[in-house]
């Protein structure tokens, strides 16, 4: 000190690595009553340029300073280095901006210097672009920019949480209402990955402040051409008119469950702020509400491995359309299917008018491979607006988060398909098949009488049905079954299926003959052994009975019962029709 000119001295602070990061801020905060933000940031300089100035002061001021914070690093047992140089001489009278004669000091952040009203003001007009311009390396120094004149207690924060799998629409909304005002927008880094991203959080400095990092985005499925891209983690810092508000996007996390999305808005406190809140929710709970990313398609809870690289939550069918003309079925099941669906979808809003359920429950059964899973094709196809989710037996224990997406996406089709691994008879059930099966029953009563949702269940034995699901109606409306296809139905068949063959007809009437007695899933996979039996003959070129009877010896005869069973052959009939 001695060595320095008398006026105006700078304290700089040395880095020590063995110096812990809280101790330095609270050496800045203690001796030099720095605010925890610019304690902060000479803490970072100090890490990235090796010193930093801790303020300019007065000689006789820096003295004290200089001698108070040596006392406390050598009582601390910290090796930490601070010295003193020469700074601004300030006991002139003339601006230090444009060098015009000003009466004025300005504090600025850890130093004092003379600036005239004209700079001062030109200053305050360009405070806007500044604040658009400067980087951040932190998110707390960001806000405090961002908010400057208010105190932390100034502000207030609201946060709503919207589940994880409807992610795509809440980003979809949040882009709508911020991403086009003027403002600042910042990726955030986690800290912990387990730690939900807060307000709060993000104003902290010290060693476990967010950092500003690169937006990171995950791409989400919705069945369109593009996925949506939905933000990880950010900040929006912006301005409504004369209000300034800040919003944070997370994710809310616990180990095992589906991780949610959380919105939060911090804003200055009172009425003016309260209102721009609540108007920003209200419209990002419609958005949800309306579901347009979703609505109208196929979907199912996405539990299987991702290796499109694609986010997890729900999970877009691309179905091809089946038209009604590929639905081969016999002429009763196809009006059944007419007017217990299709007909009464048509007339729900003249049944609510005349106070009637508009809910309905179906049952599909058959022999495994007769279509069921074909038919439920077609009945999505012929049911525009109407989203359907497909639930499998795996997938039951999900049940009251799919009847609530039912409810949320009405008018809504719920495909449950083999129901009868989850409602088997009560006497055969051990306790948790039986719990699934009481989940199932509550949700299918506890829709409303207005509720626009169609159940739709499958099974392959009706006749292990639990009678509390099956006998009830308001739970099953009309069993629908799809059988073994007659005649006039495996022709259907072969000619949908062979559509790509040269088959005449007395090649069609053979393939009828030889499969009475099998499943639709038989003749599809029997006209692709017979084209494969062409294929290794000539080429392909034509369709031989040879290659019809080498393709039914390969499935009856050449592999056993278990793959006639597993083909969906009767095996008694078909290899005797077969030998034909």
């Known amino acids: ?42 803490m970072v300089t100090i890490e990235k340029r090796g010193k930093a100035v801790c303020g300019t002061y007065p000689r006789a001021v820096a003295e004290a300073l200089l001698q108070a914070a040596l006392e406390r690093i050598r009582a601390s047992g910290h090796q930490l280095a601070m010295t003193a140089q020469a700074g601004d001489d300030l006991g002139n009278d003339r601006c230090k901006l444009c060098g015009n004669f000003s009466e004025h000091p300005l504090r600025l952040v850890r130093k004092t210097a003379l600036v005239c009203d004209d700079c001062m003001l030109a200053t305050a007009e360009e405070l806007g672009v500044i604040k658009e311009t400067r980087r951040f390396d932190f998110a707390c120094t960001a806000i405090e920019w961002h908010f400057a004149g208010f105190s932390p207690d100034d502000l207030i924060s609201a946060s709503r949480q919207f589940p994880g799998h409807m992610r795509a629409d809440v980003q979809t909304a949040v882009d709508q209402l911020f991403s086009g005002q003027r403002g600042r927008f910042f990726g955030i880094q986690e800290y912990h990955r387990y730690d939900t991203l807060t307000f709060a959080a993000l104003t902290r400095p010290g060693h476990s402040a967010h950092a500003i990092a690169p937006a990171q985005y995950h791409d989400v499925e919705v069945g369109d051409a593009e996925p949506v891209k939905c933000l990880d983690n950010g900040l929006w810092l912006s301005d409504a008119g004369d209000l300034r508000y800040a919003v944070v996007l997370s994710a809310h996390r616990e180990h095992g469950e589906e991780a949610g999305v959380r919105i939060e808005i911090a804003v200055p406190s009172g009425e003016t702020g309260a209102e721009f809140v609540r108007l920003c929710f209200a419209a990002i709970e419609d958005a949800v509400n309306a579901a347009n990313c979703y609505r109208g398609k196929v979907l199912s809870f996405d539990g299987g491995a991702n290796y499109r690289g694609r986010s997890r939550g729900l999970m877009v069918h691309r179905l091809p359309p089946v038209e009604r003309a590929n639905v081969i079925l016999p002429e009763t099941a196809l009006k059944l299917l007419d007017h217990n669906i299709l007909n009464f979808v048509e007339r729900r809003a003249q049944l609510r008018l005349l106070g009637q359920s508009t809910r309905k429950g179906i049952l599909l059964y058959g022999p495994p491979g007769t279509g069921k899973t074909h038919t439920i094709r077609y009945l999505a196809s012929s049911l525009p607006g109407h989203t359907t989710l497909i639930i499998t037996a795996a997938q039951v224990a999900l049940l ?33 098949e039986e719990s699934m099966l009481n989940k199932l029953l509550n949700e299918m009563d506890g829709l409303k009488e207005d509720a626009d949702i169609l159940f739709v269940l499958t099974t392959n034995r009706p006749e292990q049905l639990e009678g509390a699901l099956a006998n009830r109606p308001g739970r099953i409306d009309q069993a629908i079954e799809i059988p073994l296809p007659d005649d006039a139905g495996r022709r259907k068949l072969v000619q949908l299926y062979g559509k790509g063959l040269r088959l005449d007809e007395a090649l069609i ?62 095996l008694e009939m078909a290899q005797a029709a077969a030998a034909v």
Request: proline fraction near 4%; include cysteine; charged fraction near 25%.
């Open 400 to 432: 009251g988060a799919y009847i609530n997406l039912a409810r949320l996406l009405q008018p809504a089709m719920v495909v449950i398909e083999d129901v009868d691994l989850i409602a088997r008879d009560r006497e055969r059930m051990g306790p948790c």
């Open 509 to 570: 009437d053979e393939a009828v003959r030889r499969t009475r007695g099998v499943s639709a899933a038989f003749i599809k996979e029997l006209m692709r052994r017979t084209a494969q039996a062409a294929i290794g003959r000539d080429g392909g070129t034509a369709i031989t009975s040879a290659d019809i009877g080498e393709a039914l010896d390969d499935m009856l005869f050449a592999s056993g019962k278990l793959n006639v069973k597993l083909l969906g052959g009767a």
């Open 1 to 42: 000190m001695d060595r320095v000119q008398p006026g105006y001295v700078q304290l700089v602070l040395h880095d020590n690595e063995d110096t812990p990061q809280d101790y330095v801020i609270g050496l800045l905060r203690s001796v030099f009553g720095q605010s925890p933000t610019d304690a902060f940031e000479v």
